[in-house]
T-cell receptor
Framework: QKEVEQNSGPLSVPEGAIASLNCTYS??????FFWYRQYSGKSPELIMFIYSNGDKEDGRFTAQLNKASQYVSLLIRDSQPSDSATYLC????????????FGTGTLLAVQP | DTAVSQTPKYLVTQMGNDKSIKCEQN?????MYWYKQDSKKFLKIMFS???????INETVPNRFSPKSPDKAHLNLHINSLELGDSAVYFC???????????FGQGTRLTVV
């Protein structure tokens, strides 16, 4: 089992719809979780982080964490063509360590 | 001012050569990383340093040798380059455990 897993996509949604991106992780000791966005040819940039079970909202973005199910998701409301990018889930693996592990990323395409 | 900067941005070299990539961060962070991103966008952790000390060394061939002269700099030297080393190499830094990582702009290495 991979440490952090994501569906590689592409995930295609129409403009204005909700995009739902999912991520599972294998280590129950993981404590912090991050969503990064990466445009083609650019470096990853942080969208959101989440540490506690439940939902965390920031503008059009909502991160959801369920530690019992080892599952973290990102919802993007009112998707825009400018949201088209690869979304990377990252997990601070193994609790209090520096091991920041990334999933394979999900390519999101928002159709105008 | 660029927070995490890498040089060079592009590197084209022949098989068997030795090359170095440099990284500097001006954020005052204690932890720095090297990641390799392949053509499928998978960001694989290679090394992590904390305050100049190597703390993570993933299963990377020993042709790859990181060096941290001080906590603001982390360089990557690669000996006897192979075709499979072609990828984008990202440097990143973070302040402490469980905080976000900031990425450099990446170095696209092409081995011919």
């Amino acid at each position: 089992q991979k440490e952090v897993e994501q569906n590689s996509g592409p995930l295609s949604v129409p403009e204005g719809a909700i995009a739902s991106l999912n991520c599972t992780y294998s280590d129950r000791g993981s404590q912090s979780f991050f969503w990064y966005r990466q445009y083609s040819g650019k470096s990853p940039e942080l969208i959101m982080f989440i540490y506690s079970n439940g939902d965390k909202e920031d503008g059009r973005f909502t991160a959801q964490l369920n530690k019992a199910s080892q599952y973290v998701s990102l919802l993007i409301r009112d998707s825009q063509p400018s949201d088209s990018a690869t979304y990377l889930c990252a997990v601070n693996y193994g609790g209090a360590t520096n091991k920041l592990i990334f999933g394979t990323g999900t390519l999101l395409a928002v159709q105008p | 001012d660029t927070a995490v900067s890498q040089t060079p941005k592009y590197l084209v070299t022949q098989m068997g050569n030795d090359k170095s990539i440099k990284c500097e961060q001006n954020l005052g962070h204690d932890t720095m990383y090297w990641y390799k991103q392949d053509s499928k966008k998978f960001l694989k952790i290679m090394f992590s340093y904390n305050n100049k000390e190597l703390i993570i060394n993933e299963t990377v061939p020993n042709r790859f040798s990181p060096k941290s002269p001080d906590k603001a700099h982390l360089n990557l030297h690669i000996n006897s380059l192979e075709l499979g080393d072609s990828a984008v190499y990202f440097c990143a830094s973070r302040r402490q455990l469980n905080t976000e990582a900031f990425f450099g702009q990446g170095t696209r290495l092409t081995v011919v």
